[in-house]
């Protein structure tokens, strides 16, 4: 992949938020800022008064409330989209419009067909599209990278993974509405793992899988199961059930020399087992998780760097997450969350 070099000259992007909400308090909002060669200069919500709050409390020189202004001021180089889902195409083509790159939250859109329009949008201006899968720059992560790539486990022979979280006894949200979410859990988290894999593994081909809603009281999918193959051909399985009495999570990546078994999300160390015993890799996140992805974004940007998560990389694992739920919601092609009552997977109460 090339360098994007789309301010190679220059030591510095000044970045503006467009929804300066929950997730860019430590997660992701303080990176832009502690970022080489990056500059927080200006947020957005749509709540000034919350708007302004962050604004002070992060030392940010300029608010605003209205989000074409943000995208037209002329000292914010590039825009990083931090609302939920349905607002993601909105905002960046918007971006794309005043000629500005743009870094857009995960899942990238509610389906494929708003992430294919966002891509050629950024491909015909010719700018840089980024999306904030992280877990690509994490050093746990990198470790797995190095153990797997370098020939740690010798030839792979099976991915597994499974996630169970109690979903179900949590209070609404955004995140089980369709209209805003494109879906449910599945979306928002699985979402992480799919993407890991697709970055550890390859694209992933030969996608099968099915959802269902069993046990919780909103309308969107509860458990999702999927079987795939990875780029060189590697059988693995996926489940996620949202609708678990307990949580309980694993990835195993198998090989003819070793295993390695390590958590998307939780904190547990890596764990290498091979025929000379077992190796564990404790490596801790950093406090804002999403730092290291934002440095690699500003050092493409700035010619000195690749940025490992991009347009293209987000819309394949879009692209996998709608083969699977496709059968649930009756076609993701068109805005499905307009016709709930018409999906044919929804459970019946």
């Known amino acids: ?156 022979t099976a991915v597994t993974y499974r996630l169970a979280e109690p979903h179900h006894r949590k209070e609404a949200q955004w995140r089980i509405d369709a209209t805003t979410a494109g879906g449910g859990h599945f979306l928002d988290v699985g979402s992480h793992a799919l993407d890991l894999l697709d970055y550890l593994l390859g694209p992933l081909t030969g996608i099968a899988g099915t959802a269902a809603n069993l046990a919780s009281d909103y309308a969107v999918e509860d458990t999702v199961a999927l079987s795939f193959r990875t780029q060189a051909g590697v059988p693995g399985t996926m489940s996620c059930n949202f609708a678990s009495a307990t949580r309980d999570e694993a990835l195993r990546i198998t090989g003819t020399e070793g295993e390695l078994t390590f958590q998307v999300f939780g904190p547990d160390p890596l764990k290498f087992e091979h025929a000379g015993g077992v190796e564990t890799f404790d490596l801790p996140h950093p406090p804002h998780v999403a730092q290291p992805l934002i440095q690699s974004v500003v050092d493409d940007l700035l010619g000195r760097g690749v940025c490992p998560s991009t347009g293209e990389s987000a819309q394949r694992t879009s692209r996998v997450m709608d083969q699977v739920l496709s059968a649930y919601y009756g076609g993701r092609e068109d805005p499905f969350w307009t016709r709930p009552e018409k999906w044919p997977g929804r459970r019946q109460k």
Not at 99 to 113: F, I, N, S
Request: with cysteine; net charge positive; hydrophobic share 40%.
């Open 1 to 156: 992949m090339p360098v994007s070099k789309h301010f190679s000259g220059r030591d510095t992007v000044r970045w503006g938020i467009i929804g300066c909400g929950d997730v860019t308090e430590v997660k992701s909002g303080p990176g832009f800022r502690k970022a080489a060669g990056s500059q927080l200069v200006a947020v957005m919500r749509r709540n000034g008064e919350l708007a302004a709050d962050y604004a002070r409390r992060h030392g940010v020189p300029r608010w605003y409330d209205n989000a074409d202004k943000l995208i037209a001021d002329p000292e914010v180089d590039a825009v990083y989209i931090a609302t939920p889902p349905d607002t993601h195409e909105l905002y960046a083509l918007k971006v794309a419009a005043a000629g500005k790159p743009a870094y857009v939250e995960k899942p990238m859109a509610r389906a494929t067909p708003e992430c294919d329009r966002m891509v050629a949008a950024f491909a015909r201006a010719k700018l840089p599209l980024y999306v904030a899968y992280y877990r690509r720059r994490l050093p746990r992560f990198l470790k797995a990278e190095e153990l797997i790539k370098g020939g740690a486990l010798g030839r792979l």
